[in-house]
Every structure is written in structure tokens, then in C-alpha cells.
């Protein structure tokens, strides 16, 4: 499978949100492939950020914009005439989405829009490959104990979540009425779970809090101790989303097609047991459960069920719940504990070569992961 990843070597590619955290790993994961990556964002959305702290704007072609701004986000599309666009520009928080719904309907549904209006009158001379990145909130969540399906409705309580829907139906209407007789344009969507790992400062987030709780020498908060959610590593979403924008050049069958990419069962734990194994990897942490009534609506369970993406592009996760957290608390205790920032670039890379050989053993030596030094 990972002979798969070397043909975007030599490819043009864009990365829109490629200042946020999965785009900043998407981005370093490309640049180790050699291709050739042109990110557009509007802001760097977190001081720290993964994006900074490995340096990634004298790497790759970097553009100041707005996605919101149609005519800006065509000029440059058409300027660039990539082989390959990810689109992950978001609003992507949840609070956030109670506090500024308009932004984040303009952002997430809107600026999805203006893609398509882009890709509908984009003069194409080769292939290029189309992902769009939404979310598992798409769905409406009825608390069922089974993985949601592509097949499943789409809903939404909160602004967040409804705009990831609302995305998801302009997308099909497009393909269905604009987009799916151009033979050189090829489109799907990818919906992951919750993912984590090293480089994530976002708001309102577990890892994220975790580690602000540790450096603060605050207990950590936690809110809904019981949620249960997909954790997945950062890599392995990005890695499916890899395997879909290369695979789906092949047949127009996929035109349109949604998937999931979700870890496996053992890995959707609660919000509770994910908090512990942290801890038993970085003793510093402490926390409690925060007992304020004052809380926003949050869905109690949601898993994803992947098996589509087993079958079509022989995807599934490698790692599971203790093997995330192991990954991404080195990564944080690296940056933190060796106070070298210049080494992280490096750091990440290495990250991002291990997973790879993880991915062609398809297995998991234990023992050589826990005799690995750290720094």
C-alpha cells in the first residue's frame, strides 16, 4: 500500500486549511513524498501550532486566503491546475459554532460551495483528484450502539454539525447535476472520527486541553467523562484520505462516493479512559470531573463503521488506543521536555516514516515501541 503514496511524487497538490492540524501533518506528510504543496488558509488558527513550529511556510507554496472569497479561490486553483486538491478549511469547533454560527455556516458550507463553483468551471488539460474532508457529525446522532454507515441520514443539533450536513448535500447536488459527466474530474468525500495527536492547541479539546492543563499546572476539566467518541491517530485518517484521492482517479464509479475512516470499536472509548491512559503516560496530568450544569449539547455516543473502506481501499487503522496516546504524548513531551524546536520538523517526519513501515508490516511490534527511546 505504501507504493501507492510515492505517486505524489513530482504532483501538484492543494491543501486548503493547510495551517490547521491535520492540514500541517497532511502537508509535512506530502513534502516528505515529494510532491509539490500549495496550502491556502486564511490564519494561523493556534499560537503554538504544528504549522509554525515545523516551519512549513518556506516549504511549500503558502497563500494568504479566505476561502470565503470565490473569486480569489478560483484564480489560484486555476493558476495552479493541481493534480490533487484536499479540502479541509473549517470552522472547526463545536463551542465555537454556538458562539458564531453565521462564521461557521459561511466557512463550512459556504466555502465548500465555492470549491465546487471553482471545480464546475475549471478547464481541465489532466486528472485531478478531489477530497473533500467533512466530518462524523454529519450524521444525526441517535445514540445507536452500532458504527453509523455512509448509507446513514445526515442531521446535525448544533451549528457545527449541521453545516458539516449541510455541506455534504451541496456536494452531492453538484456532482449530480454539474460535475459527474467531466471526465477528468474526480470527487469523494471523507468523513473521520476524532482525531489526535502531536501539534494540536485547538480550543475546547481534549488532547489539546490536556496538555494546556499540564504546562498551566491546572486540573483539568472534563466535561462529559462518559462520551464516548472514535479516537483515532492523525495519520491514520490521513493516510485514507491519501488512498482515496489516488484510487478514485481510476474509475469514475467513485465519483461521489463517502467514506468512513474510523478506528475499530476497541479504540471508541469514553472520554474518561481515554483521560486515564494519558495520564499513565504523562503522570503530570491531573484532573476532575466538572460538575457544572451549564453545559452545550453534546451527543453521547458516536462511532463510525469503516468496513466500505476495508473493502474498496483495503483501509483500516493499525494502531489502537494505548498505541495512540503513546504517539502523540511523545510528541508533546518532545516539544516541551527537549526545548529544541528546530529538531521537530524532524521529529514529525520520523513520526510520519514510522507509521509508514507500520503500514506495510500491517502489524505492531510492541516490545521494539516500548524499548524506543524518546528523545
Not at 469503516?306 to 481501499?313: F, G, I, N, V
Not at 493499525?318 to 528546530?342: D, G, P
Request: hydrophobic letters at 35%; aromatic letters at 10%.
Amino acid at each position: 500500500m505504501i507504493e501507492l503514496l510515492k505517486k505524489f511524487k513530482g504532483k501538484k497538490v492543494i491543501i486548503t486549511g493547510n495551517t490547521g492540524f491535520k492540514g500541517s501533518w497532511l502537508t509535512l506528510w506530502l513534502i516528505n513524498l515529494g510532491a509539490e504543496v500549495t496550502g491556502i488558509s486564511n490564519k494561523i488558527p493556534t499560537k503554538p501550532s504544528n504549522f509554525t513550529i515545523n516551519r512549513l511556510k518556506n516549504k511549500i507554496n503558502h497563500i494568504t486566503l479566505d476561502i470565503r472569497n470565490k473569486k480569489k479561490l478560483s484564480f489560484v486553483i486555476n493558476d495552479i491546475k493541481p493534480d490533487y486538491i484536499f479540502h479541509l478549511a473549517a470552522q472547526s469547533l463545536v463551542k465555537k459554532s454556538y458562539l458564531d454560527p453565521s462564521e461557521t455556516f459561511e466557512t463550512n458550507s459556504m466555502g465548500t460551495l465555492n470549491l465546487l463553483e471553482t471545480l464546475k468551471i475549471l478547464k481541465l488539460k489532466k486528472k485531478c483528484s478531489v477530497v473533500i474532508i467533512t466530518s462524523d457529525k454529519s450524521y444525526k446522532n441517535l445514540e445507536i450502539k452500532r458504527g453509523y454507515k455512509e448509507s446513514d441520514i445526515l442531521g446535525g443539533h448544533d451549528p457545527y454539525s449541521a453545516s458539516k450536513a449541510c455541506a455534504e448535500l451541496i456536494i452531492q447536488s453538484y456532482i449530480n447535476c454539474y460535475l459527474k459527466n467531466n471526465d477528468k474530474l474526480f470527487i469523494a468525500v471523507a468523513r473521520a472520527g476524532n482525531v489526535i495527536g502531536g501539534g494540536d492547541w485547538s480550543k475546547d479539546r481534549l488532547i489539546p486541553d490536556c496538555v494546556r492543563s499540564i504546562q498551566e499546572k491546572k486540573k483539568l476539566q472534563i466535561r462529559f467523562a462518559n462520551s464516548t467518541r472514535p479516537w483515532q491517530y492523525v495519520l491514520e485518517a490521513l493516510y485514507g484520505y491519501m488512498i482515496l484521492a489516488i484510487k478514485q482517479k481510476k474509475t469514475k464509479k467513485m465519483m461521489g462516493a463517502v467514506y468512513n475512516f474510523g478506528p475499530n470499536n476497541k479504540s471508541s472509548l469514553k472520554v474518561i479512559d481515554l483521560i486515564k491512559k494519558f495520564k499513565k503516560n504523562w503522570p503530570r496530568l491531573n484532573w476532575e470531573i466538572n460538575q457544572s450544569k451549564k453545559k452545550v449539547f453534546e451527543s453521547g455516543l458516536l462511532k463510525l463503521n469503516s468496513d466500505k473502506a476495508l473493502k474498496d481501499l483495503n483501509w483500516r487503522c493499525i494502531l489502537n488506543a494505548n498505541q495512540t496516546i503513546s504517539l502523540l504524548v511523545n510528541w508533546y513531551r518532545v516539544y516541551y521536555e527537549k526545548k529544541n524546536n528546530s529538531s521537530m520538523y524532524e521529529y514529525s517526519i520520523n513520526q510520519i516514516r514510522y507509521y509508514e513501515k507500520l503500514i506495510n508490516k500491517n502489524l505492531y511490534n510492541k516490545r521494539a515501541y516500548r524499548n524506543k527511546k524518546l528523545f
